[in-house]
């Protein structure tokens, strides 16, 4: 979350989660796909800070090199990226298996110029198709308004039920 937008005092944050399997993504035309991988340091930053930054996202930022390069490095996270036909990466979907079988759903999102053309949905939906077959008894994430207005309805869409809202601090988001 960023620190671009300090002046408030709170943020409205919404939890939820997913506690059974979702309907199958959507058939999609287009030489976009998606793939499981596992990429090194320089090259989830680059992403991370591609999809992010519009946001204010810092959260992977602001972990010492050397702890982020071992989380990326433990099969902990399972990260999915939306690729165009050229391999150029446009979106990433990131689980955290650290307390499985709860799973959180850790960062998702699209470049810029990926928006809005149903890329999004169609990169969740799929990852989530994918996460569900570890048997999680939940996946779960929490939003705020300082990320995409369109991301609670998306995240609904998806199968996603809002268990809370709370104004929450800033500090230590």
Request: glycine fraction near 10%.
């Amino acid at each position: 979350m960023g620190d671009a937008i300090v002046a408030e005092a709170t943020v409205r944050v919404t939890y939820l989660e997913l506690r059974r399997p979702p309907g199958a993504a959507p058939a999609r035309d287009g030489d976009e796909r998606i793939s499981l991988e596992r990429l090194g340091l320089d090259a989830y930053l680059s992403l991370y800070r591609r999809v992010g930054a519009p946001w204010g996202w810092d959260q992977r930022l602001r972990m010492p090199a050397a702890a982020l390069g071992a989380l990326l490095d433990s099969g902990r996270l399972r990260l999915y990226v939306l690729r165009d036909g050229g391999g150029e990466a446009l979106g990433l979907c990131e689980f955290d298996h650290a307390a499985f079988p709860d799973v959180e759903l850790k960062n998702f999102g699209l470049v810029r110029e990926a928006q809005g053309r149903g890329l999004g949905p169609w990169l969740l939906r799929t990852a989530l198709v994918a996460e569900w077959q570890a048997t999680p008894a939940r996946v779960w994430l929490h939003t705020d308004t300082w990320d995409h207005p369109a991301a609670v309805a998306v995240y609904a869409r998806a199968g996603f039920e809002v268990v809370a809202v709370r104004e929450e601090p800033v500090e230590g988001l």
